[in-house]
């Protein structure tokens, strides 16, 4: 188990590079760090007067590039050759409280606010061109996350009241699942078969091919505001405020391990992309790495 305790706020985000040797991580009090294989830390961004909270990470897929979002919009910061920031988006940036990448070009970004109801809109943005793609949708409580499966180009998010949209972006006809209370945290399944979503207490799994609620994973004494699939589809993990992560088996929706760390209050979490390690971060402003097998 690794513990790294750069970050001064809550860790809102974490990312793994594609190849599994870097991880990012974004805090409320806007820095970002990228640590390599070793485990040094490089930053990005730093603490400063006029810094917005980064709630949201993303690699591209052949990792050239990290994508980040928070409160000043989102922007693209490319790794290769020079280390430069390129700026993509309106030219009045709106506040992104979620985002993901479903490819190469694409990026689908969740305007809102995390805490608050206000107007928002989910949207995609093509990084070749700089252009907003058509459709997108005005949320008139804003979207507080998002998930994707690239393979299958789905695209899911939760609104900031009970409402979660499932959108397959090449059919474009996305649908709603209503929910008891609002939904924190949204993960898809390699395959895009099933949706987990952090709902109060507990994460409800969805069966996307027939539209209902196949289970409800409860055990946590707290809000659940993280979850993330392996890789593999076969175990979900689950972050929350009890300070606890819990690993489950997708299939029979039982409890595998609980995992607690000095990190406080679960806020995010991200596979390594062989699934042999996962990062937590918490409010605490530490991460923790951990191997699970």
Same mark, same amino acid.
């Given at each position: 188990?690794? +513990?790294?305790?750069?970050? &001064? @706020?809550? =860790?809102?985000? *974490?990312?793994?590079?594609?190849?599994?040797?870097? +991880?990012?991580?974004?805090? &409320?009090?806007?820095? !970002? =760090?990228?640590? %390599?294989?070793? /485990?040094?830390?490089? #930053? *990005?961004?730093?603490?400063?007067?006029?810094?917005?909270? =980064?709630?949201?990470?993303?690699?591209?897929?052949?990792?050239?590039? !990290?994508?980040?979002? /928070?409160?000043?919009?989102?922007?693209?910061? $490319?790794?290769?050759?020079?280390?430069?920031?390129?700026?993509?988006?309106?030219?009045?940036?709106?506040?992104?409280?979620?985002?993901?990448?479903?490819?190469?070009?694409?990026?689908?970004?969740?305007?809102?606010?995390?805490?608050?109801?206000?107007?928002?809109?989910?949207? +995609?943005? %093509? *990084?070749?061109?700089?252009?907003?793609?058509?459709?997108?949708?005005?949320?008139?409580?804003?979207?507080?996350?998002?998930?994707?499966?690239?393979?299958?180009?789905?695209? @899911?998010?939760?609104t900031g009241h009970?409402?979660?949209?499932?959108?397959?972006?090449?059919?474009?006809?996305?649908?709603?699942?209503?929910?008891?209370?609002?939904?924190?945290?949204?993960?898809?399944?390699?395959d895009g078969q099933?949706? @987990?979503?952090?709902?109060?207490?507990?994460?409800?799994?969805?069966?996307?091919?027939?539209?209902? *609620?196949?289970?409800? !994973? &409860?055990?946590? &004494?707290?809000?659940?505001?993280?979850?993330?699939?392996?890789?593999?589809?076969?175990?979900?993990?689950?972050? #929350?405020? %009890?300070?606890?992560?819990?690993?489950?088996?997708? @299939?029979?929706?039982?409890?595998?391990?609980?995992? $607690?760390?000095?990190?406080?209050?679960?806020?995010?979490?991200?596979?390594?992309?062989?699934?042999?390690?996962?990062?937590?971060?918490?409010?605490?402003?530490?991460?923790?790495?951990?191997?699970?097998?």
């Amino acid at each position: 188990m690794l +513990l790294y305790e750069d970050h &001064k @706020a809550v =860790i809102y985000a *974490l990312a793994f590079a594609p190849d599994g040797s870097t +991880l990012a991580s974004g805090a &409320k009090d806007g820095t !970002l =760090i990228r640590r %390599d294989a070793n /485990g040094q830390p490089q #930053s *990005l961004l730093e603490r400063g007067p006029l810094s917005s909270p =980064i709630h949201a990470l993303g690699y591209l897929p052949n990792g050239s590039a !990290l994508v980040i979002g /928070g409160g000043f919009g989102w922007l693209e910061h $490319r790794i290769e050759g020079p280390r430069t920031w390129g700026v993509i988006g309106p030219q009045k940036a709106e506040p992104v409280a979620a985002l993901a990448v479903l490819g190469e070009q694409t990026v689908v970004v969740g305007i809102g606010d995390r805490v608050k109801r206000n107007r928002g809109k989910l949207e +995609l943005w %093509d *990084l070749g061109t700089g252009q907003r793609r058509t459709p997108y949708f005005d949320e008139p409580n804003g979207v507080r996350a998002v998930a994707v499966c690239t393979e299958q180009r789905v695209v @899911a998010w939760a609104t900031g009241h009970r409402k979660i949209c499932v959108w397959n972006i090449v059919k474009r006809s996305p649908f709603e699942l209503m929910q008891p209370k609002d939904c924190l945290a949204l993960a898809l399944s390699p395959d895009g078969q099933h949706l @987990a979503a952090a709902v109060d207490y507990s994460v409800r799994l969805f069966d996307l091919n027939h539209r209902r *609620l196949r289970m409800e !994973l &409860k055990g946590h &004494k707290g809000q659940v505001s993280a979850v993330a699939f392996s890789p593999d589809g076969v175990t979900i993990a689950t972050g #929350s405020w %009890d300070q606890t992560v819990k690993l489950w088996d997708t @299939a029979t929706g039982q409890e595998r391990i609980t995992f $607690r760390w000095p990190i406080g209050r679960v806020y995010c979490l991200s596979y390594a992309p062989d699934g042999l390690r996962l990062a937590a971060g918490g409010d605490l402003g530490r991460v923790v790495v951990w191997d699970l097998e």
